[in-house]
Nanobody, 127 residues
Framework: QVQLVESGGGLVQAGKSLRLSCAASGGTFKSYIMGWFRQAPGKEHEIVST????????YYAESVKGRFTISRDNGENTVYLQMNSLIPEDTAVYYC????????????????????WGQGTQVTVFS
């Protein structure tokens, strides 16, 4: 059973940066696709970003492209989300997700493809 624990959320002024971390345990981290979803009040979960085993393949939602960067450290079993130029519309609970993958060619954009979800960390951006 994989456990995912997020950290790094908080209250930040628009234009500033935050870095989220997600520590994984209980599985073979380097064989998982990792990602971040978010859920704003009254809205559905939406994908933010995802990264393949080695980090060679990444995906970003259009709303965060150019501002957010996903990365992973397979030696530390941790995935990161660097969030720059934050805007109030980024306010949400951010969830770390993991999915078993057959190869480094895969990344998933749908929440239903992810086997494991963290508890979430709140990010609030004020103007």
């Amino acid at each position: 059973q994989v456990q995912l624990v997020e950290s790094g959320g908080g209250l930040v002024q628009a234009g500033k940066s935050l870095r989220l971390s997600c520590a994984a345990s209980g599985g073979t981290f380097k064989s998982y696709i990792m990602g971040w979803f978010r859920q704003a009040p009254g809205k559905e979960h939406e994908i933010v970003s995802t990264i393949s085993w080695s980090g060679a393949r990444t995906y970003y939602a259009e709303s965060v492209k150019g501002r957010f960067t996903i990365s992973r450290d397979n030696g530390e079993n941790t995935v990161y989300l660097q969030m720059n130029s934050l805007i109030p519309e980024d306010t949400a609970v951010y969830y770390c997700v993991a999915a078993v993958a057959r190869s480094d060619d895969y990344i998933y954009k749908q929440g239903r493809n992810y086997d494991y979800w963290g508890q979430g960390t709140q990010v609030t951006v004020f103007s």
